[in-house]
């Protein structure tokens, strides 16, 4: 009877030894992932477009947590935009280097006269100048914004980039306060001579006489200048308005708004500064004598002639032609 | 040249003279943004701002 008794204790022993070790094997058909059907960040972005909640910051806008917008946002900025940048400023580079070794400097034909006339008085080219050189600064560290970290960068080290950017983003703030007073200048100062008329029609038809030696009439300003200066009135409007939103921000917009004023900023930048090398080019090494304009003021009469025949026939109609002291102009 | 070097140094002038505007009225957002039911704490010296 013993024995029987332990041959059962035995039986029972193994079967539930066995038992165990089955239990403990993994067995893969009863297997269940509890997180297969539940919902994905991808599918919860794509359904609710944004991710918000409620906050304790006084920021109500700290609320929100991811917008998709903010990724195409990235996108532009980090990608399309270097891509128009790098086009427009390279390209219109090339344009100007295959321009002038083809066309090269557009000369005074009939020489100097010796003789000169006023073109621009000094309270005009203290605001170009102003406005100019404010613009020189706000656009090499507006592309330090935008290309600096991938092309300057690896140039010069964290070290230094990081000094650099931080007074560049300074003079940037900051001199737009007077670029903004020069454009407004502009604008109201030269508004009345560059009005589009049939002229200017006439002078663009004959290409300006860039192409051969064609002199087509002009008054003070030729359809080529009143091109520039509505760029510049424009151009310098929008982004100065888009520069004060992003200068202050969130005073006026959301995010949302925030996005579009640095896209349309420095979109129109980048644009900007390519129309204003040309301009740059066409006031310096493009033109003999166009310089005088600007920097003393007086231009010499065969050149007014040239290019700006109508313009003289006005002054010279005005009073004695002016020597080589300098006659005042009547305001315009 | 005169117009030229007035122009940069009314820029210069202007320039300044709207940063010792502009800090005078700014806050940094650490003081802006605190308020009685949540204080934005010491942002660290790692910024660029009115002390660095």
Known sequence: ?332 | MKAFLAALLFAAIAAVGVSILLNAIQEPSSVAFTTGGARVGDPGHNLVGPNG
Not at chain 1, 4 to 18: H, S, T
Not at chain 1, 52 to 64: C, E, L, M, W
């Open chain 1, 1 to 332: 009877m013993a024995s029987f008794g332990r041959f059962i204790r035995l039986a029972v022993g193994a079967c539930v030894f066995l038992l165990v070790i089955a239990a403990s094997v993994p067995c893969n058909a009863q297997q269940v992932n509890p997180t297969a059907s539940s919902v994905k960040e991808q599918q919860l972005l794509q359904e609710l477009n944004r991710i918000q909640g409620r906050v304790s910051i006084p920021d109500q806008r700290s609320g929100v947590l991811e917008q998709p917008a903010g990724r195409d946002w990235r996108e532009f900025r980090n990608v399309t935009l270097r891509w128009i940048g790098g086009i427009a400023i390279l390209g219109m580079i090339a344009v100007m280097v295959i321009f002038y070794l083809t066309r090269g400097m557009v000369r005074l034909e009939s020489g100097r006269s010796g003789r000169t006339i006023v073109r621009f008085r000094a309270f005009e080219r203290f605001v170009h100048w102003m406005t100019a050189s404010c613009f020189i600064v706000l656009a090499i560290s507006g592309l330090n914004i935008t290309f600096g970290r991938p092309l300057l960068l690896p140039l010069i080290g964290f070290e230094a980039f990081s000094e650099w950017s931080q007074w560049a983003k300074y003079a940037h703030n900051y001199l737009s306060f007077p670029f903004t007073i020069g454009v407004v200048l502009i604008f109201l100062m030269w508004i009345a001579g560059n009005i589009p008329n049939k002229v200017d029609v006439e002078w663009l038809k004959r290409g300006g006489g860039i192409v051969g030696h064609d002199h087509p009439p002009a008054y003070r300003f030729n359809a080529g200048q009143k091109a520039i200066y509505w760029i510049v009135v424009m151009g310098g409007g929008a982004v100065a308005v888009t520069g004060y939103e992003l200068m202050f921000p969130f005073y006026l917009s959301g995010i949302e708004g925030m996005q579009l004023a640095q896209i349309v900023h420095s979109v129109v930048s980048v644009l900007f500064i390519a129309a204003m090398l040309a301009h740059i080019y066409i006031g310096t090494i493009g033109m003999e004598g166009a310089f005088d304009a600007m920097g003393t003021g007086e231009v010499d009469l065969n050149w007014a002639k040239e290019h700006h025949s109508l313009w003289v026939e006005e002054e010279l109609a005005k009073g004695p032609s002016s020597g080589s002291s300098p006659r005042p102009v009547a305001a315009e």
